[in-house]
């Protein structure tokens, strides 16, 4: 019966563990023979795996904190940062006052916020990956000096464009402020040289995109007004080689000129017929045989055709000098009229040229790239501390809940 209860007990001691015993148990163990053998082994060592376990659920639980502070005490490599500021302005007359915009409005600049976001998209987009690319090997500066996981290509970024581009966003930051006008540039790397170079690149492309933008202004207004003027300086070439054709054909330099002439003679013959005729009544009232009169007629109709001959050459419709004035007219007309357009067509270049000079856009380097001797980044206490805080509050959530399931459990409802 003695080896049956002893192999009762073992069972249970497998079974249950030797911490939920009940004494009457745990006197049978000791009582029952062979106390001392096996089952005494088994004890013993699960007396030691109790004292162990609180050590390894305290591991388990800051496990978390415990790999971030490894990682960030013994593998991140050192991150290097370069920065920048930069202001992006215009000639234009500022609206605000103070701080630096005081300053500008001293100099008769401007910043341009419009033109600024512009810029900082830029930079901040997949182009600028791009031509950074053209100009310099940004995969290999972001994988030298770099540990497995911070480097690129590692665990978390493929090798792919798009990959390099969520990279680059992560080491990069351009911020603009709104109260001072200034844009902060920041680039992180593994080495200073290659954080430094990185940014004077991304400067260089701000500035080309900067000029790119004053070539579609110019191209905009600058352009289309003196496109409008050459248009208008042929209009008037036109208008003068008719004018001077019709000149050299007509033979008269001005018909207008020309008809007034017709006009006096007429009106001067006229008024000599006038003459003739009352010499002619009053001869031939006091002496109607009188040769003279014959003379006098003679003149009279003589004077008389000479006056049809010249009311002819102003009246006649094909080739007179009523068609001609009308013709010279309409030539001087648009002669005048394009004059009138050139004028305002540079007027209008003038104007553009002037808006676009309002419109230039700048790019001052407040601050240029640094070439940092101490890397700042990543913080790792600050990061391992953090981690720490949220896995305090992860583990007291978890235990206020598995505390409310026992409760729950052991309630007799």
């Known amino acids: 019966m003695t ?3 002893q192999v009762e007990l073992n069972d249970t001691v497998l079974r249950t563990g030797p911490n939920d015993l009940t004494p009457a148990q745990g006197r049978d163990l000791r009582g ?7 089952i005494a082994g088994v004890l013993k060592r699960a007396r030691t795996g109790i004292k162990w376990r609180p050590y390894l659920m305290l591991l388990f639980y800051f496990s978390p904190t415990l790999v971030t502070g490894a990682y960030y005490g013994l593998i991140a490599s050192d991150r290097y940062v370069s920065s920048a500021a ?10 605000g006052s103070g701080g630096l915009n005081s300053l500008l409005r001293m100099a008769g600049m401007s910043r341009s916020d419009d033109d600024t976001y512009s810029v900082q998209n830029f930079l901040e987009s997949r182009d600028a990956v791009k031509k950074l690319e053209e100009h310099l090997p940004l995969a290999e500066m972001y994988g030298r000096g770099a540990d497995f996981i911070s480097r690129y290509p590692s665990l978390m970024f493929g090798s792919t464009q798009e990959e390099l581009y ?5 080491m990069t930051s351009v911020v603009y402020s709104t109260a001072t006008g200034v844009t902060s540039l920041e680039v992180q790397a593994f080495r ?10 991304l400067l260089d492309l701000g500035e080309d995109l900067v000029n790119q933008l004053n070539a579609n202004i110019h191209k905009d207004a600058v352009t289309t007004a003196e496109r409008e003027v050459k248009r208008n300086e042929d209009r008037l070439t036109d208008a003068q080689v008719a004018v001077t054709a019709f000149q050299n054909k007509e033979t008269m330099i001005d018909p207008v000129t020309s008809s007034v002439l017709v006009s006096t003679l007429v009106a001067k013959l006229q008024n000599d017929l006038a003459q003739t005729q009352a010499q002619i009544s009053d001869m031939t009232a006091g002496s109607p045989n009188n040769p003279g009169l014959i003379n006098l007629r003679r003149q009279a109709d003589a004077t008389r055709a000479q006056i049809d001959r010249e009311r002819s050459r102003v009246s006649t419709v094909d080739g007179g000098l009523a068609d001609k004035l009308g013709t010279y007219e309409r030539l001087a007309l648009e002669r005048e009229f394009a004059t009138k357009a050139l004028a305002l067509a540079n007027s209008s270049l003038d104007t553009a040229r002037a808006e676009v000079r309002r419109k230039q856009l700048y790019i001052e380097r407040i601050v240029e790239p640094n070439l940092s001797d101490h890397a700042t980044l990543p913080l790792r206490s600050w990061i391992t501390f953090t981690v720490l805080c949220v896995n305090v509050l992860g ?11 026992k409760e729950h459990v052991s309630s007799p409802h």
């Open 3 to 5: 080896d049956v209860r």
């Open 32 to 38: 029952a023979p062979g106390a001392g053998g096996p």
């Open 86 to 95: 930069f202001i992006v302005r215009t000639a234009s007359k500022p609206s």
């Open 166 to 170: 969520k990279y680059y966003t992560k």
């Open 192 to 201: 200073p040289d290659d954080a430094q170079a990185i940014a004077v690149a």
């Open 395 to 405: 583990v007291f959530i978890a235990w206020l809940v598995m505390s409310g399931v």
